[in-house]
């Protein structure tokens, strides 16, 4: 026999699927801490912060507890031992309102309906009272709930305050000659202590995840900066490479007319040689296409070395910033016999550079001294300058980091040391220092 297809789900079946979802959050929200038990301010490196809350939990309990017991006994005719009794139940768990709130909601919920029933047996209520919640029960239930909204989800926080409004309601039900509006205003109260605790938690979440994402965006801004530097660097050192792989070609091809009686087994490796240095050439100019790729040709003109400092300190004097260069002269000599590997020339070229645009930047006018040295086969990079001629004159507030990430990559990769930092006058100090044989280790391509 056919079966008919069952039917979409009426309005009523998916109402009552709500509420049941509803529900079962609600419970879920009202038996489990969406919290850890760490108490506020655990993380603090100050030791009275990290007190503090204790110590609040503390005073609240020394006050409320003899308050009650007192209240319980001299307003409302409780004995003392029962009095003392319900007064340690309500009053007692807030001492856990410091890491486990929605647990001392719990004891204190229960002994707060307690009370009311005991209260509900006596003969008659007294004059000037409130039922089914006495006024200390009210004051500590608002600190509860306090706790709660700073501590608990939204969801929690609902599922207190409708438990607590319902157990008032069924008192005041049971016996509504002695209510007295006592239950009315903890909900009221409650309501409003629970919205400002909520607004005061979700403030202090927004504020954590915005510090969270400015350290995430610092991060990445940081690793983009390092990415950029270093494409920047591996586009040079490729023009360098390039250049020293097209006079290997010119070399390997010109060297059977160059030399004489060369056999043909001789002829056959340089033109071997020639060849492979073409296909490098050729794989060289198709990665700086692809390095090039941002729409940009790049620089035509050979890259700069320790040759071109005079002109750049010059050039720089004419921008306004008193500089001087002390070029040692074993350093010029090391430079005419070829003696300073390309990738150190630049590198050090580019960390003087980067160095007096600092100084244009962050100290215009101070007084700036480049020194270049070579001793026990390495490159001495020094650059000085003095504090700003007018305090609080810089150009630029603050740095972006690029220049000092460009000089570290820098150094890194021929294998060199970099220090930099403030000078006890205020001025600034670069000290770079460069080997001037290549690092025994191979690079690494993707160090690049």
């Known amino acids: 026999m056919p079966t008919c297809p069952a039917g979409p789900p009426t309005p009523a079946d998916g109402l009552l699927s709500a509420a049941r979802r509803n529900l079962r959050e609600l419970a879920h929200g009202l038996s489990h801490a969406s919290h850890s038990s760490a108490p506020p301010f655990a993380g603090s490196p100050k030791l009275w912060l990290r007190l503090l809350p204790y110590a609040v939990v503390l005073a609240l309990t020394a006050v409320f507890v003899p308050t009650t017991i007192q209240v319980l006994a001299n307003d409302y005719g409780v ?29 204190v919920f ?33 600190f509860v709930l306090l706790a709660l909204g700073l501590r608990e989800s939204r969801r929690t926080v609902i599922g207190v305050w409708l438990v607590t409004g319902a157990a008032g309601l069924a008192l005041h039900l049971v016996a509504p000659a002695r209510s ?7 909900v009221v109260l409650g309501a409003l202590v629970l919205v400002i605790g909520q607004a005061v938690r979700e403030r202090g979440e927004a504020q954590r995840r915005l510090v969270e994402q400015e350290t995430i965006s610092e991060a990445e801004r940081a690793q983009r900066t390092l990415l950029e530097e270093r494409t920047r ?3 040079e050192l490729h023009d360098v490479v390039a250049h020293h792989m097209s ?16 056999s043909e087994e001789a002829r056959s490796e340089f033109a071997a040689i020639a060849a492979g240095a073409r296909e490098s050439l050729a794989e060289m ?48 000599e090391a430079v005419e016999r070829g003696g300073v590997p390309p990738a150190v020339d630049l590198s050090a070229y580019r960390i003087v550079q980067e160095s007096l645009a600092n100084v244009v930047r962050h100290a215009p006018g101070a007084r700036t001294r480049v020194s270049v040295t070579a001793l026990d086969g390495h490159l001495t990079v020094l650059v000085v300058n ?10 630029e ?9 460009g000089m570290r990559e820098r150094v890194r990769l021929t294998g060199g040391t970099l220090d930099t930092g403030t000078l006890p006058d205020g001025g600034f100090r670069v000290s770079a220092r460069l080997p001037l044989q290549p690092p025994s280790a191979s690079l690494n391509p993707e160090d690049l």
């Not at 005991?118 to 007294?126: D, K, Y």
């Not at 507030?397 to 990430?405: F, K, N, P, R, W």
């Open 397 to 405: 507030a603050s740095g972006t980091g690029h220049g000092l990430v």
């Open 180 to 186: 007295g509006g006592g239950a009315l205003l903890l």
């Open 247 to 262: 006079v290997i070609t010119v070399q390997a091809d010109s060297a059977p007319y160059r030399i004489g009686g060369l």
């Open 386 to 395: 003095d504090p700003a001629v007018r305090p609080g004159s810089p150009l």
């Open 110 to 142: 229960a002994a707060d309906v307690a009370g009311a029933l005991v209260l509900l047996g006596t003969a008659e209520q007294p004059q000037g009272t409130i039922w089914p919640w006495t006024p200390p029960v009210i004051v500590g239930s608002l």
């Open 233 to 235: 660097i591996a586009r």
């Open 79 to 107: 004995p003392g031992g029962l009095a003392a009794a319900l007064a340690v139940g309500q009053a007692a768990p807030l001492l856990m309102l410091a890491h486990r709130p929605l647990q001392a909601w719990w004891i």
């Open 285 to 332: 100019r198709r990665l700086l296409s692809v390095l090039r790729s941002d729409g940009t040709r790049g620089e035509l003109a050979p890259q700069p070395g320790l040759d071109r400092l005079q002109q750049l300190v010059e050039a720089t004097v004419r921008a306004g910033l008193p500089a001087e260069l002390s070029l040692a002269g074993d350093v010029g």
